[in-house]
């Protein structure tokens, strides 16, 4: 097993831990506010347990957190990376 | 330029070299071993103690109480979680400025998990340089053999801190027939998994790595840090010029500092940096390196502390003062939050009462002339035991409470509802919204006892 670490890996803990952190917080601030039952029952989605919803929250913010720092990421690379000019007709 | 980038991405892009901490003995150490011992005590032994029929230490999520000895928070409670999370912020400040990254030296997971799977690692791999040799040896029946204990040690270490991590959430005597008889939830079961590999992949594999890399506070530590902080330093005017000798030998005479370049400051640490290069961010505040050269020194027979507990003054030769302004500033907001916390723990009635207008009339008039509100109240018992509660309103003259029972009976830790009317005849109203208060009293003892506020309205400018 290698232990190199690629550009390309460090960029996907770059994302994933940072916002593995912040949903982990959101996580609590958000349902010590809102209990998830009542929301949930006047929806028309599933109706998991108390702890099914915290969970589920839980990943939902990972996801949008995690999109958030990739698009961090994303952005901190030159727009020349992507834009190369192009190269002329021979 | 561009080589000094091209450098700057090799160091970032390195390959990590395993680190093999060697073993120490010394004061630190027996520090650290007692700090792992409680904590480790402490996170597993917790969840088994049980208060009455209950687990003493119990986050029940699903019911939304966390039980902590005799006391019940609620989410109303949601201030008491808040607190402790700036007590600990500012608690993290106060050991910082005082004495350098204490937690993460002593106390943080990170750190305690390691020690225990470093433990491990030692005792079925054997010391620092027979783990060495392992390690370079070639795959064979026998490494493949040590290795696979070692690694099976470690996950059921692991998955039993996750069964200890979810038996906080699940009550852990029930977790443990579920899981015996295979019928653990989904959650409990992803949760338990979960942890249990976090914990394997944190203390097994990436160690150092998470201090390092993962670490938000290991990145900002050194901004708490001025030049009165103990921080482990390398004293190198007494050290340098730095040299291997004879012990018989006068180091003065020969031109040589007290260090003798043996390297085991290099050898015990955790993260492999050298702490006579000075302070590094690496470096978590272990002091192995301290305990190993005191050993060093000792049998020298040179005086200990040539790397040692001091401030960046007193390595100068200035006059250092730890206790400063600053220290104290953070100690005395601490002690005084502290005492903030636990007065308002030790003095909190354990009742709600919400008070909610019935939304659909303003008011209305009831027989004999006389102006109604409507409300609904919610009682919230959140004693262990259960309760009788009298309600009764103030607030305006000649008020009339009308209710549907007499008292209310609440179980423990139940919520119930009911509504409430309040009648007044409108001459003895001045104007249009009254503030009026709401009453809970507990029959059986009168310390438990709310008052809440709420609007009264009436006809505007009546008679």
Redesign the interface.
């Known amino acids: 097993m290698s232990r190199e670490h690629s550009p390309k890996r460090q960029r996907l803990v770059a994302v994933s831990w940072p916002s593995f952190l912040v949903s982990g917080v959101a996580t609590v601030l958000v349902f010590v506010v809102f209990d998830p039952l009542p929301l949930l029952a006047k929806t028309d989605l599933a109706k998991p347990s108390r702890i099914g919803a915290y969970s589920i929250g839980f990943f939902w913010f990972w996801l949008i957190t995690a999109a958030s720092s990739w698009l961090t990421c994303y952005f901190q690379s030159p727009p020349s990376d992507l834009n190369r000019p192009r190269a002329t007709r021979e | 330029m561009t080589s000094s980038v091209e450098n700057i991405e090799q160091a970032?892009?390195?390959?990590?070299e395993?680190v093999f901490p060697r073993q120490v003995h010394g004061l630190f150490a027996r520090l650290r071993l007692l700090g792992v011992t409680v904590l480790m005590g402490i996170y597993y032994g917790l969840p088994w103690v049980n208060l009455g029929d209950r687990q003493a230490v119990w986050f029940d999520?699903?019911?939304?109480k966390f039980y902590i000895f005799g006391l019940t928070f609620w989410?109303q409670d949601?201030i008491y979680?808040a607190s402790l999370l700036i007590i600990a912020a500012l608690a993290l400040f106060f050991f910082t400025a005082l004495a350098g990254r204490l937690w993460c030296g002593y106390a943080c997971p990170q750190t305690v998990w390691t020690e225990v799977f470093l433990w491990i690692e030692r005792k079925v791999e054997g010391n620092r340089a027979r783990q060495m040799k392992l390690d370079k040896s070639p795959w064979n029946t026998r490494k493949l053999l040590i290795r696979g204990t070692k690694h099976f040690i470690w996950i059921a270490l692991s998955l039993w801190t996750g069964y200890t991590f979810v038996g906080y959430?699940t009550p852990i005597r029930e977790l443990g027939h579920s899981v015996l008889t295979l019928s653990t939830?989904?959650?409990?079961t992803?949760?338990l998994i979960f942890y249990g590999f976090a914990t394997y992949g944190n203390a097994g594999w990436l160690r150092e790595q998470v201090c390092i890399?993962?670490c938000?506070y290991a990145r900002f530590q050194s901004a708490m840090f001025d030049k009165e902080t103990l921080i482990i330093s390398y004293d190198v005017d007494r050290g340098e010029p730095r040299g291997s000798r004879k012990r018989s030998i006068d180091p003065k005479s020969a031109g040589l500092g007290d260090c003798i370049d043996c390297t085991l400051c290099v050898q015990v640490c955790p993260t492999a940096i050298d702490i006579r290069n000075g302070l590094q961010y690496e470096c978590i505040g272990c002091s192995a390196c301290i305990d190993a050269c005191d050993e060093v020194m000792d049998k020298m027979e040179y005086s200990r502390g040539l790397v040692r507990y001091t401030t960046e003054n007193a390595l100068e030769g200035k006059p250092t003062k730890v206790l400063r302004p600053r220290v104290l500033i953070y100690g005395t907001i601490l002690i005084g939050l502290l005492g903030a916390v636990g007065y308002s723990i030790a003095s909190r009635v354990p009742i709600g009462l919400d008070v909610i207008r019935d939304r659909n009339s303003l008011y209305r008039e009831a027989a004999d002339g006389l102006v109604e509100n409507v409300y609904t109240l919610k009682l919230i018992n959140m004693d262990d035991h259960d309760h009788r509660y009298r309600v009764s309103a103030s607030g305006l003259k000649d008020l009339a409470l009308k209710l549907d029972h007499e008292s209310i009976e609440v179980p423990a830790g139940q919520v119930r509802e009911f509504s409430a009317r309040l009648q007044i005849d409108p001459v003895d109203l001045k104007k249009a919204s009254n503030e009026v208060f709401f009453e809970l009293e507990a029959i059986d003892n009168v310390a438990l006892k709310v008052r809440e506020p709420a609007r009264f309205l009436g006809p505007i400018g009546s008679r």
Do not use: I, N, S
């Open positions: 970032l892009y390195a390959k990590r395993k999520l699903p019911a939304r989410p949601f979680l959430f939830g989904p959650w409990e992803f949760w890399y993962m938000p």
